[in-house]
């Protein structure tokens, strides 16, 4: 059951019905980050898919001979993890809470058995995904969406 209006308006479940909303918003998690806390580190396993309500994330990556460096902001309706989606054993850059924000997590597991049950509405999910993704790199969309598809059926 999707978990609050604004979860229900979210870009991410735009397009999708009644139904389809039901379902993914069924895998959504509330998660509750105070200013400064790690979301995720890199280099830890990557489980979750989030997307945040209120607030802002920062996504930094840390090179091997160098300080981090801040690659993202995240602002509201926005997505962040994407390792997970990409099948990717580990996130490739940490996330950070920079002040009071609440995101919904997704179980990439529980995604991927959702979308395999679920094909029709998985593929409308997927596109969604991509139009979030091309805001980061545009003129990529089919790319992505490829890209979506091998993570999620891995």
């Known amino acids: 059951m999707v978990r609050s209006p604004s979860l ?3 870009p991410l479940l735009d397009g999708l019905s009644v139904r389809q909303r039901e379902l993914f918003g069924g895998l959504m998690e ?6 400064a806390t790690l979301i995720f580190e890199q280099g830890g396993l990557a489980r979750y898919l989030y997307l ?3 607030g802002k994330v ?4 840390k090179p091997y001979d160098g300080p981090p460096l801040q690659v993202a902001e995240i602002g509201p309706g926005e997505v962040f993890g994407w390792s997970a989606v990409l099948n990717r054993v580990a996130y490739t850059s940490s996330a950070m809470a920079m002040e009071e924000s609440l995101a919904y997590r ?3 597991d529980n995604l991927k058995k959702l979308c395999a049950s679920y094909p029709q509405s998985s593929a409308t999910l997927l596109e969604r995904l991509a139009q ?3 805001v980061r790199a545009p003129n ?3 790319e992505v969406i490829a890209i979506l598809q091998s993570g999620l059926a891995a």
């Open 8 to 10: 229900h308006e979210s």
């Open 30 to 35: 509330p998660q509750h980050f105070d200013e």
């Open 52 to 54: 945040l309500e209120s």
């Open 58 to 61: 920062i996504i930094r990556y």
């Open 106 to 108: 997704i179980n990439i």
């Open 132 to 134: 979030l993704a091309n």
């Open 140 to 142: 990529a969309h089919q």
